[in-house]
């Protein structure tokens, strides 16, 4: 399976700052996502990560509250803007499997666990 | 719109024993793949087990296996000779490409010693 890491695991913030979220796949994967778990739910994508263009947003979500760059095709960040404390959840970064592996089947980084006071 | 739907929040099973989940969907296409993800404590979402809706066999990996009812769009997970490291919440997903992914509300499952 795809090796898929993320930075920072987890995070305590302050209100109305932002908190920027690092993810890295293997080579082997071709496209990213990004999704958010709120406490004691299911999993809801915000975004699909376009390498070197704009990200694809999910009804409900806009770029200026969750900008997301992909640079390359191995790293992708999303940002959580002007945070609120309606805004912790997990946030998790996916991958599509490529090459040698389940080319239909999304995975998962381990999260990133994010509580806004 | 498709949706999928697990009816059951909490399951538990007594170590070494069997259990299933169960999950239904909705859609319209007839081409689409389904998931089964597993999400311990530590919360990084492990695939479980997949199945293509192309394939009338059902799909087996080890201790888990699916039964995959495409007419009644119904996929339930059994897990036998359950193990205390089973207990989880498990998902399941619908995929009509491998890009837009559509979860259950998840069931957690209790392993009971």
């Known amino acids: 399976s795809a090796v898929i890491s993320q930075k920072p695991s987890r995070d305590i913030c302050q209100r109305g700052t932002s908190l920027t979220i690092q993810c890295q796949v293997d080579?082997?994967?071709?496209?990213m996502f990004w999704y958010r778990q709120q406490p004691g739910q299911s999993l809801t994508l915000i975004a699909t990560a376009n390498q070197g263009s704009e990200a694809t947003y999910e009804s409900g979500f806009v770029i200026d509250k969750f900008p997301i760059s992909r640079p390359n095709l191995t790293f992708s960040t999303l940002t959580v803007s002007n945070m609120s404390p309606e805004d912790s959840s997990i946030y998790l970064c996916s991958g599509r499997g490529g090459t040698n592996m389940y080319q239909e089947t999304q995975y998962f980084g381990p999260g990133t666990r994010l509580l806004v006071l | 719109a498709q949706t999928v739907t697990q009816s059951q929040p909490e399951m538990s099973v007594q170590e070494a024993e069997t259990v299933t989940l169960s999950c239904t969907y909705d859609?319209?296409?007839?081409?689409?793949?389904l998931f089964w993800y597993k999400q311990p404590p530590s919360r990084q979402m492990i695939l479980v087990i997949r199945?293509?809706?192309?394939?009338?066999q059902n799909a087996t990996e080890n201790r888990f296996s699916v039964n995959f009812q495409k007419a009644a769009k119904s996929f339930s997970l059994k897990i036998s000779d359950s193990q205390l490291g089973d207990a989880a919440m498990y998902f399941c997903a619908y995929s009509p490409t491998g890009n837009q992914f559509y979860f259950g509300t998840g069931t957690s499952l209790t392993v009971i010693p």
């Open positions: 199945q293509e809706a192309y394939k009338q």
């Open positions: 859609t319209s296409e007839s081409d689409y793949y």
């Open positions: 080579s082997q994967v071709t496209m």
